[in-house]
């Protein structure tokens, strides 16, 4: 079995346990109001020619949400979400989304991977009052090499994920917050409670997080670090080949 395949396989198990384990969100509102989701990407795995392809996120710094709240820092965050209409649900309600923003790196090939605004970015999130969630939508980006803006090795590459996690209307610890982007005074807000996963049933999937402090976001990449030492120590390369 291949490295890259054996920490996929990894990735998607741990990930799989805690949709099914928990963790267990409190302080959901019976409300949910319209608004964007700012994501951190822990692990994206993209199945193209050439590939397999591993990215993480890639900071976006700033992003303008237009209108009377223009451009606001959003820590981390490479991935944003928006939950367009209708203004708000009761739970379980759906939501039509749009993603908004994508922006990841692959080390390993010099590779950057950023939303076509252009392309289909759609999808519908459903939003259970038993703290969970599930959506279904499409995504297309295109992948530079060297540097965002670059060379085009991969145009309007779209994948369609379907999702899963917890949410909860209370943040976490060191959450970006912004009024009337993820932050309403009538608390009815939705925060990812630990990771969501997108998959695409193809081998690709991509794995987020609320957008964290610095701290919390080197806590978890040191997690990863390790949970990676133990993969490749106990399946060591099969150097036969």
């Not at 976006?60 to 709240?69: E, P, V």
Request: glycine share 12%.
């Amino acid at each position: 079995m291949s490295r890259s395949l054996l920490i996929r396989q990894s990735a998607l198990g741990f990930a799989a346990l805690l949709w099914v384990a928990g963790p267990i969100p409190s302080g959901r509102a019976a409300i949910v109001d319209a608004g964007y989701d700012l994501l951190h990407t822990t692990t994206a795995f993209l199945v193209a020619p050439g590939g397999p392809y591993t990215f993480t996120g890639l900071p976006l710094g700033t992003y303008d949400f237009g209108g009377a709240i223009g451009v606001k820092s959003v820590g981390n965050a490479d991935t944003i979400i928006q939950r367009v209409s209708p203004p708000a649900i009761t739970t379980p309600g759906v939501f039509d989304l749009q993603v908004d923003a994508l922006q990841l790196f692959d080390a390993t090939h010099n590779l950057f991977a950023v939303l076509d605004p252009l392309g289909l970015n759609t999808g519908t999130v459903t939003v259970n009052d038993d703290g969970t969630w599930v959506n279904h939508f499409t995504v297309t980006f295109n992948v530079y090499y060297g540097s965002i803006g670059g060379l085009i090795v991969m145009h309007d590459v779209s994948k369609t994920f379907d999702g899963h996690g917890w949410w909860s209307s209370t943040p976490g610890s060191g959450e970006v917050l912004i009024p009337g982007v993820n932050d309403f005074s009538d608390g009815n807000n939705f925060y990812l409670v630990g990771p969501g996963l997108h998959d695409d049933g193809h081998g690709s999937y991509h794995n987020v997080t609320s957008t964290p402090e610095v701290s919390t976001a080197l806590s978890g990449m040191a997690a990863a670090v390790l949970c990676g030492l133990f993969v490749l120590r106990h399946h060591p390369r099969n150097r036969s080949h």
